[in-house]
């Protein structure tokens, strides 16, 4: 049985660049890689190289109406349809290739956890959640996620937990597995009433057998360090442990920092990179150590992803960063060079404290009222006491 980390990467996954002005821009991986790199966490570590998703493995989600709509898009212009041609995702040269090799890096990752070649695996270029199954959304074309996901139960994988911490809500995900009993989504996200998708409501549990496997936590504007790790650990451990799941999959969407343009949570890096740690500690205790992390979301592109990332690529090596470590000079010259000037961050560490009050079944702040909702509406289907800080 495998133990290390396996790292699917090469630089053709920056090939999905929608456009130099739009928000999700691959600069962020390339960053990150190089940071990582500079701070020696790659050090003997072999990449895996990445394969395109088949179309079996893409109709495992999608439909063929969509998948042909992607690969004629370049050539049919902006009336294609299914989301396609919008601001939001836009049409570029080579969409299917470059949608199908990030799907095809994350269904690759989840090999080397069923065959036990790895415990643990990461496609940070990975994450596109938003990608329904005929149409895209939010900056996804195909939803790796959910292919990732598809292929492992078809591997016969009985039990998979989907957590998402991204600060928008999982709804693809969540989705394709609305009534399915197999897999569990979780989503800590910023309110829908206040951000697209505007989905991710607490009342959202799943359909049919698959009551209580969906499950939402959807924090007020502002909610810190504090605040978020307070609801994370408020409901998260407690569903894993009923839920029982053999594979754990996390996406790791960076935008809830309080620098992310597009959203306004106001986690810090130090409060992401306590998250990270938490994840690993979550598929340790509950899911036999088996981990499957995924990128996803995050537009401050040179001061927030690359260092919360980093700490993700080095909590899943085991090689834990210290807060306080110096960025290399090296890595702070070349962001500058990409970010035209943009003033670089020089440590690891945004100098916050991310320490919280646990829950006490005490409803005191807009946190715990949310809180509340979820554990009331969750907890029950699950045979756990939502009003017992214990469960």
Not at 74 to 86: D, Y
Not at 266 to 292: C, F, H, I, P
Request: charged share 20%.
């Amino acid at each position: 049985m495998g133990s290390q980390l396996a790292v699917v990467w090469e630089e053709s996954l920056l090939e999905y660049d929608l456009g130099g002005h739009h928000p999700l821009h691959p600069v962020r991986l390339d960053l990150t890689m190089r940071l990582a790199d500079s701070l020696g966490l790659l050090d003997g570590v072999e990449m895996l190289k990445p394969e395109p998703a088949t179309e079996r493995d893409l109709l495992r989600v999608h439909t063929a109406e969509y998948l042909a709509a992607v690969r004629s898009a370049p050539l049919s212009g902006w009336e294609v349809g299914h989301g396609l041609g919008t601001d939001d995702n836009p049409i570029f040269d080579r969409m299917h290739e470059a949608s199908a090799l990030i799907a095809g890096a994350s269904i690759k990752a989840a090999e080397q956890i069923v065959s036990g070649q790895a415990d643990r695996a990461v496609n940070i270029a990975g994450g596109l959640h938003h990608a329904m199954a005929d149409h895209a959304a939010g900056f996804c074309v195909y939803n790796d996620c959910s292919l990732a996901i598809s292929w492992m139960l078809e591997q016969g994988v009985e039990r998979i937990a989907y957590l998402d911490v991204d600060v928008h809500h999982g709804d693809g995900v969540q989705a394709a597995f609305y009534d399915d009993p197999r897999v569990m989504t979780i989503s800590l996200h910023q309110h829908p009433v206040t951000l697209w998708p505007g989905t991710g409501f607490a009342t959202e549990v799943g359909k049919g057998n698959a009551d209580g496997t969906a499950v939402n936590i959807p924090l007020p504007p502002g909610t810190g360090d504090a605040g978020w790790r307070r609801a994370f650990h408020a409901v998260v451990p407690s569903v894993l442990g009923q839920f029982r799941p053999q594979v754990l999959v996390t996406q790791c969407g960076a935008d809830a920092h309080r620098d992310d343009p597009l959203a306004d949570l106001s986690m810090s890096v130090d409060g992401q990179r306590a998250t990270y740690q938490n994840l690993r500690e979550l598929a340790e205790s509950y899911a036999g150590g088996k981990w499957l992390a995924l990128g996803g979301g995050g537009y401050s592109l040179f001061r927030v992803v690359p260092r919360a990332w980093t700490h993700l690529l080095a909590t899943l090596l085991n090689r834990d960063v210290a807060p306080e470590t110096t960025i290399p000079e090296d890595w702070i010259a070349y962001a500058v060079r990409r970010a035209r000037n943009v003033p670089m961050p020089t440590s690891m560490s945004d100098g916050a404290d991310p320490s919280f009050e646990p829950w006490t079944g005490v409803t005191a702040s807009a946190v715990d009222t949310a809180i509340r909702d979820a554990r009331h509406a969750v907890f029950p289907l699950l045979g756990l006491d939502p009003a017992d800080s214990r469960d």
